[in-house]
């Protein structure tokens, strides 16, 4: 049995679209790490993993909402291991949890050598969209049906994950 995470009353929510699976929104992009995504000791630069995060995570919440998003937050990312030039990155996305009118999403970046298949994590980044309409205004977001454990297991820890950002939202002053 599937479950509708977040869904609230059509009273409160206006014209809230209808709930989406998790696999609806699941994206995967991969490129080949060129020279010119380096830095001089031939790894890819972490600026250039953090836009394709970006991307491959829009892409999932995209999907999600079938609206334009803009990134509102991103949490910290560490780069566990690296990726050489000639390796092949794999990026995957999917939406772990909806609010009203924002959605976090997860990414799992890999590296695979290419000449031998071996494919390692090397980092993951939770990520929070919001969806806008054609007016630039926020939107709201069709509510998640959660399909296993696994997405059950991360609908809970984005609660927590999100508890946390807003807790730290307006603390730091903006120079």
Known sequence: MTKRAGERS????????????VSES???MCEVVLPNDA???GNILGGRVLHLIDIAGAMAAHRHSNSYVVT????YVDFRNPIRVGDMIILKSSVNRVFHT???VGVKVFSENVLTGERKHTSSAYLTFVAIDDQWKAKFVAPLILE????RRRWREAEGRRKIRLAHRHKRPIE
């Not at 059509?10 to 699976?21: F, I, V």
Request: aromatic share 0%; proline share 10%; charged share 40%.
């Open 10 to 21: 059509a009273s409160t929510e206006g014209t809230r679209p209808p709930a989406k699976k």
């Open 26 to 28: 699941r994206s995967e």
């Open 39 to 41: 830095n001089p000791l």
């Open 72 to 75: 509102a937050s991103v949490d």
């Open 102 to 104: 924002s959605m976090e």
């Open 148 to 151: 296993s454990k696994e997405d």
